[in-house]
């Protein structure tokens, strides 16, 4: 057994370990956190492939990963892309309906994602995420982050603009190819 927070004195509620009014669930290698009562912004991640890494392991359905298909991009328009999308949708809705009824409450979905991770973003409290990560198919939970932008000098500090105008390397890309995901 591992300490939740330093100096903490835990209790075990079904299966929730509360601190101080904040929950903290283990489940599997990762960890819930947040207010138990407090609604907040949660990120599910499902165990399902997003669309662009799938490589074909479910009958019916072909892959769609460039990497598979030997691709330089994911084709959007494909009937493989279109069929696998389609298929994640119903997995997110039936996966949504289980924790409509694990919470006795119906979901509010922020956002669904499908493409790059198989996920949606959910406005629920602490103890009703904990509750929802005990769903089969859940592979990762986690309270959403909300940073503050400290300083907007950091391209100069790391020589960005040499590197957007070429000056530093001879090749002016301006970004361009560059894939960029925060997740």
Do not use: C, H
């Not at 939740?4 to 960890?31: H, K, R």
């Amino acid at each position: 057994d591992r300490p939740l927070l330093p100096d903490a004195n835990p209790v075990v509620i079904d299966d929730a370990v509360v601190v101080d009014d904040a929950v903290a669930i283990d489940v599997s290698d990762f960890t819930v956190a947040g207010k138990a009562d407090t609604v907040g912004v949660y990120i599910i991640q499902l165990k399902d492939a997003a669309v662009a890494t799938y490589d074909g392991s479910l009958d019916g359905l072909a892959a769609t990963s460039p990497n598979v298909m030997n691709s330089v991009g994911l084709d959007m328009n494909s009937t493989a892309v279109k069929e696998y999308a389609a298929y994640l949708d119903a997995v997110q809705t039936e996966f949504m309906q289980s924790a409509a009824v694990a919470i006795d409450r119906p979901v509010d979905v922020a956002f669904s994602y499908k493409y790059a991770v198989n996920g949606m973003a959910i406005r629920v409290t602490g103890a009703e995420a904990a509750a929802i990560a005990q769903l089969p198919g859940v592979l990762r939970i986690e309270q959403e982050e909300i940073y503050q932008l400290d300083s907007d000098a950091g391209p100069t500090w790391i020589g960005a603009p040499s590197i957007w105008d070429g000056s530093s390397s001879g090749v002016a890309t301006k970004g361009e190819g560059v894939i960029v995901g925060i997740i």
